[in-house]
T-cell receptor, first 112, second 115 residues
Framework: SAVISQKPSRDICQRGTSLTIQCQVD?????MFWYRQQPGQSLTLIAT?????????ESGFVIDKFPISRPNLTFSTLTVSNMSPEDSSIYLC?????????FGSGTRLTVV | AQSVTQPDIHITVSEGASLELRCNYSYGATPYLFWYVQSPGQGLQLLLKYFSGDTLVQGIKGFEAEFKRSQSSFNLRKPSVHWSDAAEYFCAVVWGQGGSEKLVFGKGTKLTVNP
C-alpha cells in the first residue's frame, strides 16, 4: 500500500493565523482526500482533491477557510485559514487505492 | 441520504471474551464497506473490507466481519479479545460513482478491555 507522509504531526497556533499541512505520497494517485476529526468525534470529509482541477468541498466547508493545492499526483496541501479554537482538530489526508483507502498519521492542531 | 450507523458509542468487554461491533448502512447499491481501527494517538489502520463475493471477510488481528444485505449490516467480530484491542473502531462505506466516490465514516465505537 502507499505510504503517506504528513507534516507537521502537531502544532499549536495562535488564533487568526493560518497553518498549511502537507501530504506526500510515495506513489502517484488520482484522488486525495482531506478529513477533519474533532476531539472525540469521527472523521468528516472536508474535500476531495484531484490533480489539475479545483478541489471539491463538502457541505459546511469552503475554499476560503480550507484552501487546497494539488500540484502533482503525489502531493497536496491543506491550509486552515484565520484559525479559531473551534478549528482544533486532527486533520488527515487519505488516498484511494485499489484495495481501499490509506491514511496519513494526521496533524494534531491546537488553536489558542 | 446515505449514512453509516454504529449504534454503540462505547463497549466494554473482558479480556478473552468475544466481541461484536455493529454497523448498519443506508445505501441504494451494493456498498464497499470497511472497518478501521484507531488506537490512542495513532492513525487509522484498515482491519478489513468488503467489495463483493464471500460475505464473510477475514481481516488482520483476528477480526472478521459479515455482510448481510437483508439487514444492511456489516458487523465486526472477534472470538477472543486481547487487551491491545482497546481502541476506537470505525465502520465506513464508499458511496458515489463515476469519479465522485468518497469514504464516509460512522461515529465510531470505543472499545474498553478489562483485564
Amino acid at each position: 500500500s502507499a505510504v503517506i507522509s504528513q507534516k507537521p504531526s502537531r502544532d499549536i497556533c495562535q488564533r487568526g493565523t493560518s497553518l498549511t499541512i502537507q501530504c506526500q505520497v510515495d506513489s502517484q494517485v488520482t484522488m486525495m482526500f482531506w478529513y477533519r476529526q474533532q476531539p472525540g468525534q469521527s472523521l468528516t470529509l472536508i474535500a476531495t482533491a484531484n490533480q489539475g482541477s479545483e478541489a471539491t468541498y463538502e457541505s459546511g466547508f469552503v475554499i476560503d477557510k480550507f484552501p487546497i493545492s494539488r500540484p502533482n499526483l503525489t502531493f497536496s496541501t491543506l491550509t486552515v485559514s484565520n484559525m479559531s479554537p473551534e478549528d482544533s482538530s486532527i486533520y488527515l489526508c487519505s488516498v484511494e487505492q485499489v484495495f481501499g483507502y490509506t491514511f496519513g498519521s494526521g496533524t494534531r492542531l491546537t488553536v489558542v | 441520504a446515505q449514512s453509516v450507523t454504529q449504534p454503540d458509542i462505547h463497549i466494554t468487554v473482558s479480556e478473552g471474551a468475544s466481541l461484536e461491533l455493529r454497523c448498519n448502512y443506508s445505501y441504494g447499491a451494493t456498498p464497499y464497506l470497511f472497518w478501521y481501527v484507531q488506537s490512542p494517538g495513532q492513525g487509522l489502520q484498515l482491519l478489513l473490507k468488503y467489495f463483493s463475493g464471500d460475505t464473510l471477510v477475514q481481516g488482520i488481528k483476528g477480526f472478521e466481519a459479515e455482510f448481510k444485505r437483508s439487514q444492511s449490516s456489516f458487523n465486526l467480530r472477534k472470538p477472543s479479545v486481547h487487551w491491545s484491542d482497546a481502541a476506537e473502531y470505525f465502520c465506513a462505506v464508499v458511496w458515489g460513482q463515476g469519479g465522485s466516490e468518497k469514504l464516509v465514516f460512522g461515529k465510531g465505537t470505543k472499545l474498553t478491555v478489562n483485564p
